[in-house]
């Protein structure tokens, strides 16, 4: 079994992922974690050096790997991961894989992201005032991939036990 979730930065995909993982006793893969190990830098330093674009060929490549290569596992992936390319197909496809979106609220999402901007590259740019306005466009712009998940659990104001229950009991 495959477990996979799709979220805006911030949205505890890798802590729920991990946490799901000892609850599953199922290996863990954060698709950003896999990434940096392939190039051996920080994806921060990467953006900075080769851009986006060549940030989104690595990312698809990277993925395409992991999902190859594990049979099952916990995967969290990165908040741009479903809305590039083929990304979103790849992981709805594959075998006996269930696609969880953890959606936030734009006021959730501010809070937990101003104080972890600048390990970001996407938004280290933007002032602590811009911070909602900036991530309510994103997400706008980004809901039309993320709710094509399998399903959608709402995390506001919910401990990381609950929402890792939550998934479970929709396995
Ligand atoms: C990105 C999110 C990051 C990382 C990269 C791009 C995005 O992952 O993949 O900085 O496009 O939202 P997290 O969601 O784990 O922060």
């Given at each position: 079994?495959k ?15 991990q946490?799901?993982?000892n609850?599953?006793n199922l290996?863990?893969v954060d698709l950003?974690?896999a ?11 990467f953006?900075?050096?080769?851009g986006?674009l060549?940030f989104?060929?690595?990312e ?5 790997k992991?999902?190859?290569e ?6 969290s992936t ?6 590039y390319?083929?990304n979103?197909?790849l992981?709805?496809s594959a ?5 969880f979106?953890?959606?936030a609220?734009?006021?959730t999402l ?9 390990m970001r ?9 811009d ?13 039309n991939?993320?709710?094509?998940a ?8 919910k401990s990381?036990?609950?929402?890792a229950?939550e998934?479970v009991?929709?396995?």
């Amino acid at each position: 079994m495959k477990i996979i979730l799709l979220g805006y930065m911030g949205s505890g995909k890798s802590t729920i992922g991990q946490t799901l993982a000892n609850e599953l006793n199922l290996s863990f893969v954060d698709l950003d974690h896999a990434i940096e190990k392939e190039i051996g830098m920080s994806i921060r330093d990467f953006f900075e050096a080769s851009g986006e674009l060549k940030f989104r060929r690595l990312e698809n490549d990277v993925l395409k790997k992991v999902i190859l290569e594990n049979s099952s596992m916990i995967l969290s992936t990165g908040g741009g991961t479903p809305c590039y390319g083929n990304n979103l197909e790849l992981m709805k496809s594959a075998l006996k894989t269930k696609v969880f979106y953890l959606k936030a609220s734009i006021k959730t999402l501010s809070e937990r992201l101003v104080s972890e901007k600048d390990m970001r590259p996407l938004i280290q740019a933007i002032g602590e005032e811009d911070l909602p306005e900036f991530i309510g466009k994103h997400l706008f712009e980004r809901s039309n991939f993320y709710l094509q998940a399998h399903h959608v659990i709402d995390i506001d104001q919910k401990s990381v036990e609950t929402i890792a229950k939550e998934i479970v009991e929709l396995l």
